[in-house]
């Protein structure tokens, strides 16, 4: 047996440490032991990995120096050696596992900091394969006085977001390693991140897949060909409107803009789910919130009786722009008294599609005048 052979037993605290562990160093062929003693370079070293999911791993490596590209960390950094396929291919399943594991929850989210105030620089964690379109877009922004961090994939975003938690992530949806599906949905499953907003930076313009970025937590959509300045604006925007969702509410909550999401889209979606909770629908000061339970609708704001609801609920299916924010709760603590509608979305749905085909139809061969005061 090797007399300079050195054996750890290493444990995570959490899946998050050892995420981060993995993104930083274990798949660049390296780890750091959070160990004071030095050791010699070139010594022996055999390391049992205890995995959070309960695998165990046995790696080999000698001891080295810290990289001369490697931050200064304390402790003993090790380069592991050449992993055997099946090892490597346990490694990559259990990471795999822990990522898309809806279970996980991690810590408190703890306090929730106050908005960001106008003109206070935003800590952004930019999220792009593309290094180019990284350096292009992060240099702009860091000229309008914005901390950027950057990051080539959605695995080394989460790792980043865990260390320092940023204000907001615009991120890619199309990337290899780690699309920006699974980072939206690593970032919604952490309560330590829940006061993140996360912005999709993408040229995806169906209504389905934006239907489904909104239902796992995404704050916005912006085209890629959007200004900086622009970018910049919505971003604040996402970030003051995440700040400002309570965090007990946040899990429960689907939010969105109808210019991305129309609101037939959204009500149909809402029957067949046969979702309970308050719909909230803003444009330009109006205001509006209907009663949901079980996929019908029950009330809509201060209108009590059936005709003047569903008459509202047919301008409201009209607005091609505006906020909406549903938030669900239980059907059987919430359940609203019988109120004067009790009608399926969906019907009401299709009745103002109906009512639309109708009025085009009407209006063929109409010619409109503008009659103006003489002067």
């Known amino acids: 047996m090797d007399a300079n052979l050195h054996t750890y037993v290493v444990r995570f605290d959490s899946r998050d440490d050892f995420l981060v562990e993995y993104a930083d160093r274990i798949r660049h062929g390296f780890m750091l032991l ?24 046995v790696l080999a490596g000698v001891a080295i120096d810290r990289p001369s590209d490697a931050p200064a960390l304390a402790g003993q950094w090790i380069q592991l050696s050449p992993l055997l396929p099946g090892t490597d291919a346990r490694l990559i399943a259990s990471v795999a596992g822990m990522l898309s594991d809806d279970s996980l929850v991690g810590g408190s989210g703890g306090a929730r900091p106050s908005p960001t105030a106008d003109g206070e620089p935003l800590s952004v964690l930019l999220v792009d394969d593309s290094a180019s379109h990284r350096l292009e877009l992060g240099e702009a922004l860091r000229a309008r006085r914005q901390r950027v961090e950057v990051a080539e994939n959605g ?91 309570p965090v007990s509410q946040a899990p429960h909550t689907l939010r969105g803009a109808l210019e991305h999401v129309r609101l037939a889209s959204l009500l149909t979606f809402l029957e067949t789910e046969l979702r309970s909770g308050s719909l909230h629908l803003r444009r330009s000061g109006e205001t509006y919130t209907a009663t949901i339970h079980r996929g019908t609708l029950h009330a809509l704001s201060d209108h009590v009786d059936a005709i003047t609801t569903r008459e509202r609920m047919f301008d409201l299916l009209g607005w091609t722009h505006g906020e909406f924010e549903f938030v669900a709760h239980g059907t059987d603590d919430h359940a609203p008294p019988p109120g004067p509608i009790g009608a399926g979305l969906s019907t009401l749905v299709r009745e103002h599609i109906r009512r639309q085909a109708e009025r085009d139809v009407t209006d063929v061969g109409v010619v409109t005048i503008e009659i103006k005061a003489p002067r």
């Open 155 to 245: 695995l080394v975003a989460l790792s980043s977001a865990l260390k320092c938690v940023p204000d907001v992530i615009l991120t890619d949806v199309e990337m290899a390693q780690m699309d920006g599906w699974g980072l939206l949905r690593a970032v919604r499953q952490r309560p330590s991140l829940g006061c993140v907003a996360v912005v999709f930076l993408t040229r995806l313009s169906d209504e389905g897949t934006r239907l489904r970025g909104y239902r796992l937590g995404v704050d916005d959509y912006l085209p890629k060909q959007l200004p900086t300045g622009e970018i910049l604006a919505r971003m604040q925007g996402a970030v003051i409107r995440r700040k400002q969702l």
């Open 34 to 57: 959070p160990i004071d003693a030095r050791l010699d370079v070139g010594t022996s070293v055999r390391l049992r990995l205890h995995l959070p999911d309960e695998q165990l791993l």
